[in-house]
């Protein structure tokens, strides 16, 4: 399917790795501009030459931090008008919530809420003016199906869907769309981290454990984070236009249902 997106320009924040990069991906393979982020420049510019080598599109590599207003700023400058914005950032660790600090909230909003509210402010007037405008903000299948101690991550994120509720709805009548993926368990390798340390905990080998989270999702699978960055791509497609304010769950069948703990 030609997705109608060739030429328009995308930023896809945290981008280096995982499910930013499968979006990153799958944007640049359907003819858009991608501007890439992440904080680790090095790494950052071997995945801008790998995105261009499999896709032939431009693609712009911009360290920083999005959580930053810096890291935002140079996000912004990557080019002229923005048509796509996928918000997506890393979430605060699990953590019993008592021990959760004020200052450990206030970066958890900031990283989760916030900053992705203040790059959909940068960008929403201009699509509006041009007609065209897709936001897609990857949250998280706890946002549904919140989990014991990822409560600062759960709250952030379902903080930012109400947020953008209204909003949404607001500008559909010029083509502007604002939509949510929640991704459940998804073979990136924040999942071989969990892997690896549940298994040194337990003194199990990893493919056991690997076996056994997977036994939990109905699927009996992981996700390709290929399979995630279609879905993006997809809700940022010219043909996209009239589903918005939606938050698209892509766990395998988990919820409902047996859930998958991350703890």
């Known amino acids: 399917m ?29 003819g858009a501009r991608v501007a890439i982020n992440g904080r680790d420049a090095d790494l950052l510019s071997r995945v ?9 599109a431009e693609v ?17 400058a990557a080019f002229p008008a923005v048509d796509i914005l996928v918000n997506n950032n890393g979430g605060p660790p699990p953590r ?14 900031e990283a989760n809420m916030i900053a992705p509210a203040l790059m959909i402010r940068a960008v929403l007037d201009g699509m509006v003016e041009r007609r ?9 299948g706890s946002v549904k199906a919140p989990l014991t101690g990822l409560e600062l991550s759960s709250g952030a994120r379902a903080g930012l869907t109400a ?25 990136t390798d924040r999942i071989a981290a969990l892997v690896e340390n549940q298994s040194r905990q337990s003194g199990r080998d990893p493919a056991e454990v690997r076996a056994q ?11 390709a984070p290929a399979e995630f960055g279609a879905a993006c791509a997809f809700l940022c497609s010219a043909q996209a236009g009239y589903i918005t304010g939606q938050s698209l769950l892509i766990d395998g069948g988990g919820v409902p249902g047996h859930h998958v703990s991350w703890r």
């Open 132 to 140: 065209f405008g897709r936001i897609v903000n990857i949250t998280s």
């Open 48 to 56: 801008r030459d790998e995105i261009a080598a499999e896709t032939g």
């Open 96 to 109: 019993d919530f008592r021990a959760i600090g004020h200052d450990e909230m206030i970066a958890g909003l």
């Open 163 to 187: 947020f953008v509720a209204g909003i949404a709805r607001a500008v559909a009548h010029a083509n502007v769309t604002i939509n949510h993926l929640l991704p459940g368990a998804f073979d």
């Open 60 to 76: 712009v590599a911009v360290p920083g931090d999005m959580s930053t207003e810096e890291g935002r700023a140079a996000l912004l």
């Open 213 to 223: 989270r997977e036994q939990g999702i109905p699927a009996r699978r992981f996700g």
């Open 2 to 30: 030609d997705l109608g997106i060739a030429g328009r320009t995308a930023i896809v924040c945290a981008s280096s790795r995982g499910l930013g990069r499968a979006c990153a991906t799958e944007l640049a393979r359907a």
